[in-house]
């Protein structure tokens, strides 16, 4: 399943695995990073049930930033290597 998933989200991967560079990782930042991912989730969630019941179309806005910032943060905390994760971070 996981080699299925990290095919579907190859162009996402590729960006954040594809230096050479050093880097340092840890393994409390793939934990944070997920965390941070269920945040942004749950703030889209949030952002588009208000969207909904104030009938705002200008709300989807917050949503579809909010929803791609957690989608990355979880592909590449689940997914990733450990230098995706370190360059999310920015640890040389």
């Known amino acids: 399943m ?3 998933l990290r095919k579907l989200f190859r162009p996402i991967l590729r960006i954040f695995e594809s ?3 050093e880097f340092i990782y840890k393994k409390s930042n793939r934990t944070i990073l997920i965390v941070v991912g269920v945040l942004f989730l749950a703030l889209s969630a949030f952002s588009a049930v208000s969207a909904i019941s104030s009938s705002q179309l200008g709300g989807f806005i917050p949503f579809v930033v909010f929803f791609l910032v957690g989608l990355v943060c979880e592909v590449v905390g689940l997914l990733g290597n450990d230098r995706a994760v370190a360059k999310i971070w920015a640890s040389k």
């Open 19 to 21: 230096s050479e560079d």
């Open 2 to 4: 996981k080699k299925v």
